[in-house]
Nanobody, 118 residues
Framework: QVQLVESGGGLVQAGGSLRLSCAAS????????MGWYRQVPGLQRELVAT???????NYADSVKGRFTISRDNAKNSVYLQMNSLKPEDTAVYYC????????????WGQGTQVTVSS
């Protein structure tokens, strides 16, 4: 059974930082592309950042230069360091894992709330 457990969300003032963590089990982590997505109520879930098994990263334009995605294969974990947070970063952040042979949309965690106050 696949489990993705996010942590690290919370309330922070604009300009502050948070670090999200996602612990994965039930997937072959080292071959999986891992990602962070976010969703605001009433809007579609959007990509924040992804990291491949080889360490290649991709970021949404809105977070480039502020957010950093990383992974630790020994801990089956992926992280999102978020700096210079803005109120528009407020959303539920979801961890995603995609195995090469798995479902096209991958697997999802339950999400963690990030709220940035102005």
């Amino acid at each position: 059974q696949v489990q993705l457990v996010e942590s690290g969300g919370g309330l922070v003032q604009a300009g502050g930082s948070l670090r999200l963590s996602c612990a994965a089990s039930g997937v072959i982590f080292r071959v999986s592309t891992m990602g962070w997505y976010r969703q605001v109520p009433g809007l579609q879930r959007e990509l924040v950042a992804t990291i491949t098994s080889g360490g290649s990263t991709n970021y949404a334009d809105s977070v480039k230069g502020r957010f950093t995605i990383s992974r630790d294969n020994a801990k089956n974990s992926v992280y999102l360091q978020m700096n210079s947070l803005k109120p528009e970063d407020t959303a539920v952040y979801y961890c995603n894992a995609r195995e090469p042979w798995g479902p096209s949309g991958g697997y999802w965690g339950q999400g963690t709330q990030v709220t940035v106050s102005s």
